[in-house]
């Protein structure tokens, strides 16, 4: 088996959705679903851009899909040789994921079509396909090569005022609706033998069409180049799209190829764990690395990655926890510039943090649950719809998920701690956390006859329970905060003159003593028989088994959370909520603690949300249940390489790609099978390697020196190289 490449034989529109996330191409600065050349809205072909958001009327807001560069349709003796129109005699799919390169081979009869593309990781911009036809009857041919402005979006349209400019290199402008940004298109051709063209405008796109007589035997060959430009990136988009393709059709196919395959290489260098012993593992860890190493935002320095990454428009191409906490770690550990790049985008979203805290009436910074472009919120109040009445649900997410503030402290603070280096944190990374801790002493509950501080009304991890009091993990996130921003004082020991003037501007006499004492006031997890309670009154709530919880639907796609929900009443929980903290906070739990605590909340998780299954992997590995451990890896590693996960959220739309998951593999692997820790400015391993695996290798950056990992069934080392 090859575990760099992904396969399929057949095709089905039924699997068009989870095929174009499986079969993704992305470069951080654009995705290119998973589709065929020729795939019409029905098959959901999606250019989608990260960072470029707009809303169509009281719709969501969710990211612009670009006018697709890559359209290419055939048509033969009038028959057109498309999948979603002619069943083939054959048809396959391959993605490899060590160059992010889609291969389809597509036997219609009269014509075969081979292609290879990829969105370069060299020059974010471009994409490139390498379309092959080989004619296998006679007959008149055409094709259509162009840009196609029939975009499939989910909340759409987006884009107005189509220009074309009908020339050798095709170019299509548009406008944003909200902001009026400007998107580009350009797209060069180049075609072995040549044929007769015409290039015309058409009602979905600027087309370039090719005819010829061809007879058994004939073979074109074509390499198509497109790039994308918005006014965000430069201030004449066009211009730039237009040069862009010129410089492609320069050096041409292979040397573009080249390019991008050297520029994988290095993220591979960085990053690739090699296991040994189980093939389709090995397969599935390289599918998560892929797909979230292709959705890194390097072109940039300061965005993040959004929760469905780059495979469309799913969760408003928001930005969510799921960047601190699950794609951080294998950032921060492999290419800490990527991971400095998902901090700075919260660094400079700071003013919409402290904007939101300002509007629930707090101080300091309460950042958005799924943030958008300057830290806007993307989340509604009505973030589900009821599958029975249609009518949108009240949620609270954005209102009571707070312990957001606090999990981007905690990666600020891991930056620091893992790198050792405190650049990030003097270029804002620290005023982040004084204003998050700050969020939080204004949100605190003080009572007038007891000395504790609650934190009430707020909803964890576990969505399902809206509107709990002191969940443990919110309040754990929030102490590690607080005490964070405590040790600012003897990070910065040395007090520059930025960290003075910081401390004047939170007003540190005032806000520094009220720190410690929210601290000391913190109540400790409430606790049965060594388990800590999820929230405030969760054990007394009906104790059931997930089956009954999940026999009580009366729809498949039926909200489970909220007051109407079927486990809202029940211990049943939708994702790692106490087990996220033991995961993320190690060293403050016992391994009894943590074997009592898995034990009690595992049979009574959903693991309802992609985010669940490495975390109780990581607290398996910690308590030796290694079986359960690698199964709950293999479902963590998979989810992108069979296309699995939850499709639906009440009558919302939430399949894509599941970075979270992918990151969560890495996790599993390096923090749970090797056991990697820092410790006290050390590497240190403690590994537990279930019995499928033979020998993990890996490199890791930390304190900015280069390490490999290696570990077998008789121990493990880190050696520097
Ligand atoms: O951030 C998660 C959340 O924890 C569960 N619902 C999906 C979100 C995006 O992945």
Redesign the pocket.
């Known amino acids: 088996m090859n575990t760099w490449i992904l396969e399929k034989e057949g095709f089905s529109p039924a699997d068009a959705a989870a095929d174009g996330n499986r079969f993704l191409c992305a470069n951080g600065y654009l995705g290119l679903r998973g589709v065929p050349e020729e795939a019409g809205p029905a098959l959901f072909p999606a250019v989608t851009l990260a960072g470029v958001y707009d809303q169509f009327e009281e719709k969501w807001r969710e990211p612009v899909n670009a006018p697709h560069g890559l359209r290419l349709q055939l048509t033969m003796n009038g028959r057109a040789l498309s999948l979603e129109e002619t069943a083939p005699l054959r048809h396959k799919t391959m993605l490899d994921y060590r160059y992010g390169i889609y291969h389809r081979d597509t036997d219609f009869g009269p014509a075969r079509i081979l292609s290879s593309r990829f969105t370069s990781l060299a020059d974010p911009h471009l994409m490139a396909d390498q379309y092959r036809v080989e004619f296998q009857k006679s007959g008149l041919v055409s094709l259509r090569v162009g840009i196609s402005t029939d975009i499939w979006d989910i909340n759409g349209p987006h884009l107005f005022g189509f220009r074309h400019h009908a020339e050798e290199i095709l170019l299509t402008e548009a406008t944003t609706g909200q902001k009026g940004i400007r998107v580009a298109v350009a797209q060069g051709m180049e075609i072995s033998p040549r044929v007769e063209e015409s290039i015309s405008v058409e009602p979905d796109g600027l087309y370039r069409t090719l005819v010829a007589e061809v007879f058994p035997g004939d073979i074109w060959t074509l390499s198509v180049y497109a790039s994308v430009y918005t006014s965000l990136d430069h201030p004449s988009p066009a211009a730039q799209a237009r040069a862009s393709i010129q410089r492609a059709m320069r050096v041409g196919y292979l040397e573009l190829l080249q390019a991008h395959q050297a520029a994988w290489d290095q993220v591979w260098q960085a990053s690739e764990i090699q296991l040994e012993g189980d093939e389709a593992a090995a397969q599935a860890l390289h599918a998560s690395q892929y797909h979230l190493n292709c959705i890194a935002p390097r072109h940039a320095g300061n965005m993040s990655i959004p ?2 990454g780059l495979s469309g428009q799913t ?1 408003k191409g928001a930005i ?3 960047s601190e906490m699950f794609f951080f770690p294998m950032f921060v550990y492999t290419q800490p510039e990527v991971a400095q790049s998902l901090l700075r985008y919260r660094i400079e979203t700071l003013p919409g943090a402290r904007k939101k805290a300002a509007e629930y009436g707090y101080r300091g910074a309460f950042y958005a649950w799924e943030s958008q472009e300057g830290g806007e919120e993307g989340c509604t109040n009505f973030n589900v719809v009821d599958v029975f009445t249609h009518r949108p649900v009240r949620t609270y997410f954005r209102d009571k998920q707070i312990h957001i503030s606090g999990d981007i402290a905690y990666a600020l603070r891991s930056y620091y701690d893992i790198t050792g280096d405190r650049s990030l944190l003097e270029e804002g990374g620290a005023e982040v956390i004084l204003e998050c801790a700050r969020f939080y002493l204004s949100r605190a509950s003080l009572h007038a006859d007891r000395e504790e501080a609650d934190f009430a009304d707020v909803i964890g ?1 576990d ?1 399902y329970h809206e509107r709990v009091t002191n969940n443990a993990y919110t309040n754990q996130i929030i102490l590690h905060c607080l005490q964070s921003a405590l040790a600012l004082a003897d990070i910065f020991a040395d007090r520059p003159a930025w960290f003075q003037g910081l401390l004047l501007q939170i007003k540190y006499e005032k806000d520094w003593p009220l720190l410690e004492n929210i601290c000391r006031r913190l109540p400790a997890p409430r606790e049965r028989e060594g388990v800590i309670e999820q929230f405030d009154g969760y054990f007394a709530l009906e104790d059931c088994t997930l089956e009954e919880v999940r026999s009580r639907l009366r729809d498949p796609r039926e909200y489970w959370g909220g007051d109407h929900g079927v486990a809202g009443v029940t211990q049943i929980i ?2 790692a909520d106490v087990i996220a903290m033991m995961a993320l906070f190690p060293g403050l739990y016992t391994d009894a603690q943590v074997a009592a605590n898995w034990a009690y909340y595992e049979p009574r998780t959903e693991h309802g ?3 669940s299954a490495c975390m109780y992997a990581l607290a398996a590995c910690r308590v030796g249940r290694l079986e359960e451990a690698w199964q709950l890896f293999q479902k963590t590693a998979e989810i992108d390489v069979l296309g699995g996960g939850k499709q639906w959220a009440g009558e919302i739309y ?1 399949g894509g790609t599941h970075p ?1 998951s992918n990151g969560g593999a890495w996790m599993i692997a390096a923090l749970g099978f090797a056991g990697l820790r820092m410790r006290g400015g050390q590497l240190t391993l403690q590994p537990h390697l279930p019995s499928q695996v033979k020998r993990l290798s890996f490199p890791v950056t930390a304190a900015g020196r280069r390490y490999r990992v290696e570990v077998t069934q008789e121990g493990g080392t880190i050696t520097e190289i």
């Open positions: 929760a469905r969760y969510f926890w799921d991890p969505e939708k994702q949300s992609s985010l939430i979270a």
